[in-house]
T-cell receptor, first 112, second 114 residues
Framework: EDKVVQSPLSLVVHEGDTVTLNCSYE??????LLWYKQEKKAPTFLFML????IEKKSGRLSSILDKKELSSILNITATQTGDSAIYLC????????????FGQGTILTVHP | SAVISQKPSRDICQRGTSLTIQCQVD?????MFWYRQQPGQSLTLIAT?????????ESGFVIDKFPISRPNLTFSTLTVSNMSPEDSSIYLC???????????FGPGTRLTVT
C-alpha cells in the first residue's frame, strides 16, 4: 500500500526561526513529490519535485527531493506568523493515473 | 493556474439524504479529481473524473455511494448519497495542470451530517 509519512506532526516556533519539515514516501511507480500549504480548506500548491538533488526555491521556502532516500524536506527561513498552517506532502504515482497520496501533515505554529 | 470554484461551500444535512457538490473550472482541463478530508485527517482520493467515460474509483469508494458526473471539460459533480455522520468531511475537487500530478484544489465543501 502506498504510504507517505511526515514529521514532525506539529511544530511551534517563534518568528525569525528556521524550520525543516520532513517527508518520506513509499509509492509504487513514483513520479513526483509535491508540497502544499493548507490554511483553511483548500491546499495551496507550493512545489513539485521530480528530479533528485535539485532544490526548488520560492522566497523563504525551499524544497529538495532525495530519491535514493525516498524523502524530501521543506525549509522555511525567517518564519513569519503568516506561515502558520498545515504543510502537506504528497507523492504522485501508484496504480491510478494522476493519484496523489498525502501524508498526515505538519501543523506549524509561528508565534510573534 | 486555473480558477476553481465549488458549490456549496458548506452544508448541514440530515442522515439518509444526498448532497451534490459542483466543481467549476474557468478553463478546459483533462483531469479532475475528488478528495475527502475527514476531521483531523489528511486528504484521500475518492475518484478520478474523466470526461466522456466512467469515473475511476479508489479502493474503499464505490459509485453507488459517490456517483460522479463529468459532462464536459470544465465541470464535474460529486454526490454523497444516503449520508451518515461518518460522511462529515471536507470534499475537495482538484484539476491537473502542467501534468497529471501538478494539481490545484478548489476551495472545498464542508459537509456536516447530523
Amino acid at each position: 500500500e502506498d504510504k507517505v509519512v511526515q514529521s514532525p506532526l506539529s511544530l511551534v516556533v517563534h518568528e525569525g526561526d528556521t524550520v525543516t519539515l520532513n517527508c518520506s514516501y513509499e509509492v509504487t511507480n513514483f513520479r513526483s513529490l509535491l508540497w502544499y500549504k493548507q490554511e483553511k480548506k483548500a491546499p495551496t500548491f507550493l512545489f513539485m519535485l521530480t528530479s533528485s538533488g535539485i532544490e526548488k526555491k520560492s522566497g523563504r521556502l525551499s524544497s529538495i527531493l532525495d530519491k535514493k532516500e525516498l524523502s524530501s524536506i521543506l525549509n522555511i527561513t525567517a518564519t513569519q506568523t503568516g506561515d502558520s498552517a498545515i504543510y502537506l506532502c504528497a507523492a504522485g504515482g501508484g496504480t491510478s493515473y494522476g493519484k496523489l497520496t498525502f501524508g498526515q501533515g505538519t501543523i506549524l505554529t509561528v508565534h510573534p | 493556474s486555473a480558477v476553481i470554484s465549488q458549490k456549496p461551500s458548506r452544508d448541514i444535512c440530515q442522515r439518509g439524504t444526498s448532497l451534490t457538490i459542483q466543481c467549476q473550472v474557468d478553463s478546459q482541463v483533462t483531469m479532475m479529481f475528488w478528495y475527502r478530508q475527514q476531521p483531523g485527517q489528511s486528504l484521500t482520493l475518492i475518484a478520478t473524473a474523466n470526461q466522456g467515460s466512467e469515473a475511476t474509483y479508489e479502493s474503499g469508494f464505490v459509485i453507488d455511494k459517490f456517483p460522479i458526473s463529468r459532462p464536459n471539460l470544465t465541470f464535474s459533480t460529486l454526490t454523497v448519497s444516503n449520508m451518515s455522520p461518518e460522511d462529515s468531511s471536507i470534499y475537495l475537487c482538484s484539476v491537473g495542470a502542467g501534468g497529471r500530478y501538478e494539481q490545484y484544489f478548489g476551495p472545498g465543501t464542508r459537509l456536516t451530517v447530523t
